[in-house]
């Protein structure tokens, strides 16, 4: 049964900065993809941020330039941090991994930006 924990959300005030961290039972590097997803109140869970098999990194428009994916393999963990933040940055966080086309998603982290 493959795993994705995910940690480190919270409040934070607007321009604050938080990293997320997710923690794989499975081997991050043999994943089509490994990243971060959210889902807004109300809203479509979209894309934040992901490494692809060929390990290219595809970022959201909205979060260039202030959001930065990294991965460590020795402890098969993905993270997020996450600069500057913004209220609109509001919403559940999940880790998502792909492994011989099977989606796996983690429970999820909240993260909610005070203005």
């Known amino acids: 049964q493959v795993q994705l924990v995910e940690s480190g959300g919270g409040l934070v005030q607007s321009g604050g900065s938080l990293r997320l961290s997710c923690a794989a039972s499975r081997n991050i590097f043999s994943a089509n993809a490994v990243g971060w997803w959210r889902q807004a109140p109300g809203k479509e869970r979209e894309l934040v941020a992901r490494f692809t098999s060929i390990g290219s990194i595809e970022y959201a428009d909205s979060v260039k330039g202030r959001f930065t994916i990294s991965r460590d393999g020795a402890k098969n963990t993905v993270y997020l941090q996450m600069n500057s933040l913004k209220s609109e940055d509001t919403a559940v966080y999940y880790c998502?991994?792909?492994?011989?086309?099977?989606?796996?998603w983690g429970k999820g982290t909240l993260v909610t930006v005070s203005s």
């Open positions: 998502n991994a792909v492994w011989y086309d099977r989606d796996y």
